[in-house]
């Protein structure tokens, strides 16, 4: 069972001073983004390069260590990163780099949680058919007491109906961190075909 603590609230107008901060152009933060043991959570970590990569190939294979992230035992641990594609950053900004990796067993094997290698295999050998899939990923955003934002703390919202593809903030909870979160895919370079408030409130 995982234990979390409570997030440390931080002033976030100071982490925008530094983000801020104009960049070298010989500088650029590529952060590694993988998924761990569990096939679910994100797991990341930064590299500097000297340069400002334009294709995942130009970034070099990395290492972790993947008894930390339920991909390995504590002998031959060392997991590699291999870059696969990569996008602008909305967080960091400038040239920075979110890179999205596939992971490698010691032995060159993929692990258990590189499904994308697979699933590239199969779309190559249809490739003629022009091949193609989309995801649609609900959410609902939870204040940071777990419960649905926006939600009465003692009782429920009114019944289904009002809510859903919904205008107004009445019906429409949570709306920032939608815009935000639409806004920060078009920066990335991410194919996002558009957005819409569920029947739930603050899905």
Not at 4 to 9: E, L
């Amino acid at each position: 069972m995982l234990s979390m603590t409570k997030p440390t609230s931080m002033n976030k107008q100071i982490l925008m001073k530094y983000l801020s901060l104009p960049q070298p152009e010989d500088k650029v933060q590529c952060m590694y983004v993988w998924i761990d043991g569990t096939g679910e959570a994100l797991r990341a970590k930064t590299k500097t390069v000297n340069f400002v990569p334009k294709h995942p190939k130009d970034l070099p294979i990395w290492t972790y260590d993947g008894s930390s992230t339920y991909q390995a035992k504590g002998l031959n641990s060392d997991i590699s990163l291999h870059p696969v594609a990569i996008y602008r950053d909305p967080f960091r900004g400038g040239n920075s780099k979110l890179v999205l990796c596939e992971t490698y067993k010691y032995n060159q094997e993929p692990t258990e949680s590189n499904h994308r290698k697979s699933c590239v295999e199969v779309m190559e050998k249809v490739k003629d058919q022009h091949p193609w899939f989309g995801i649609e990923q609900e959410y609902a955003i939870l204040d940071t007491d777990k419960h649905p934002f926006g939600w009465p703390k003692n009782g429920f919202p009114g019944p289904q109906g009002p809510y859903y593809c919904g205008v107004g903030s009445d019906k429409v909870y949570g709306r920032d961190v939608v815009e935000s979160h639409y806004r920060s895919c078009l920066y990335a370079g991410i194919t996002i075909a558009g957005s819409n408030s569920e029947n739930m409130p603050a899905q």
